[in-house]
């Protein structure tokens, strides 16, 4: 089918402007638009569409978020700090959204933080199917963090894999400090697996452990490549052989700028769920990891 037609431009203060340019009077509306940089843009973008949306008399409108911004602040974890992913889940929901789907949250608790039905795919098919056709033998799938153990022993166990997981400290925002590494890596052909690679610190500082500890080459996959900062110079400046993303948000830019990512689609996975909610059909299957 052919997407529909709004015309969406920017005041020249900054403010967005939207207009939706065809009938949506009880339709099923699906806005897909990840909250990818310029952030603080996407998310106004995203509001300002569902407001329309919802005053056009849509029957149902679904906030589609193949990356969910601000998730990585989901918790209180030092004095007097927001709780940023709570707060973006209230705006949608206030700005007239009946329904979220979303790939690859940050903290799978952020479910909880709507009052309305979230629908959270995984990415990990498309990664997988992909790395089954590499072939590649000698497999350890590592976690950078204790925090994606999950996802890590999920890749493991459909790849055949064994699992190793770096033990870090975070020292500040955006920097890490790597302290030990759990599982055999020496002469391994290593994949490192995590869900959001924004400046590549981590992934450079796991990098730099698994080749002291003897990993024979080393690989990334990741569901958002945001690449801001230095993300790009560090990773061709790197030993990594390949870095794995999807198109959860644009990356032909970073591709043309950087020789290692490798982008593939999950359009069929998010269009199988899109057609399965619009049927009333279950989506469950789509679930799992």
Do not use: W
């Not at 005041?11 to 952030?39: H, K, L």
């Not at 990356?67 to 992913?85: E, F, H, L, M």
């Not at 790395?131 to 890749?155: C, F, H, N, Q, W």
């Amino acid at each position: 089918m052919q997407p529909g037609h709004v015309s969406l431009y920017s005041f020249s203060d900054g403010e967005n402007y939207v207009q939706i340019d065809e009938n949506v009077r009880g339709a099923d509306v699906f806005v897909i638009q990840p909250t990818c940089p310029p952030v603080n843009d996407s998310l106004m973008e995203l509001l300002i569409m569902l407001d329309a949306f919802k005053r056009s008399s849509a029957s149902r409108v679904t906030a589609v978020l193949p990356y969910y911004g601000y998730a990585r602040q989901d918790r209180k974890d030092k004095p007097r700090v927001p709780i940023t992913s709570k707060l973006v889940a209230d705006l949608i929901t206030a700005a007239g959204a009946d329904r979220v789907l979303t790939v690859d949250l940050h903290a799978p608790q952020i479910q909880g933080f709507f009052n309305i039905p979230v629908d959270h795919l995984f990415a990990a098919p498309v990664i997988v199917g992909h790395l089954k056709k590499m072939g590649l033998e000698d497999l350890t799938i590592v976690s950078p963090d204790a925090g994606g153990v999950e996802r890590a022993r999920a890749y493991a166990k459909r790849l055949g894999a064994t699992l190793a997981i770096i033990d870090k400290r975070r020292v500040a925002a955006n920097q890490t400090e790597v302290m030990n590494i759990i599982g055999d890596v020496k002469g391994r052909n290593v994949l490192i697996v995590d869900d959001i690679i924004d400046t590549g610190g981590t992934l450079i500082h796991s990098v730099q452990a698994l080749e002291a500890h003897g990993a024979k080459s080393i690989s990334a996959s990741c569901t958002h490549a945001v690449l801001s900062g230095p993300a790009v110079t560090r990773i061709n400046g790197s030993n990594l052989t390949k870095v794995i993303a999807t198109n959860s948000m644009p990356t032909a830019d970073k591709e043309q700028e950087c020789s290692k990512l490798m982008t593939l689609s999950i359009g069929e996975l998010l269009a199988e769920a899109l057609k399965r909610i619009h049927n009333e059909d279950s989506v469950s299957s789509l679930f799992e990891m």
